[in-house]
């Protein structure tokens, strides 16, 4: 089961992101079902999953219903696509073809999955750290820095919403490195967050924010610390 699997997505990453240059993407979004592109896509992907499964044509309906299922839902994705969905239609799609693809080994090598491991205590815990680490964090450092919250038009050539974003991700690595016992590598992080952030604290040459940010980094990387000790904790006598 893990061989045709690994195959099938193999299959799948060559076709749909390492031969499919961009021009064939936008040829696809204009022309749709007309462009020539959408059907050599699909042949790509045939032959490559042909290749991989090394020309054994006993699995010739599962290579049928990758195919068809793969134009179906291209087209279906490229006819709704537009300018609000696209990032959203884009993981939709995803998550199409990667369903194909366990639908596909199911049928030649039959498994049980059951959701169960879902409700343990152990993905529960997980599941509660990593809101705590992202977006309960995000609202305590927003209600303690709001006390020095500094003249707005300071972030008004940010991208919107981009701190919020930068910060969550950052808390998720120092998180990691956390319960990975990788220690040394928050230091690596914090260094390199420094480099950058040194750009902004020299042209603005203003103490309130060299202050602010101070705050924020802090507060950032003492709350997913406490995440991620927290977490080894409770997972340790949770197993225990």
Known sequence: M?????????????????IQPDQWVKDKEEKKHKSKYLFLHLL?????TLLLLEFDFSYWKGLMIIVVSHFAIDLIKISWQNTSNKRWLFFIDQLAHLLIVAWVVYLYEPYNLTLSFLMGNQMILFVIALLTTTVVSSIFMKVIITKWE????INSASLEHAG???????????FGFI???QWQAIGFLLAAKSVFRFGDLSKAKDRKLTE?????????FGLSILSGLAYNYFSKAIGG
């Open 212 to 220: 602010y940010i101070l705050i924020g980094t802090l507060l950032s």
């Open 179 to 181: 319960v990975l016992n």
């Open 150 to 153: 500094l003249e707005k038009d």
């Open 164 to 174: 919020k974003y930068i910060g969550m991700l950052e808390r998720l690595f120092v």
């Open 44 to 48: 790509i992907h045939a032959i490559t």
């Open 2 to 18: 893990i061989s045709l699997t690994l195959k099938l997505l193999l299959a799948h990453l060559i076709g749909d992101f390492l």
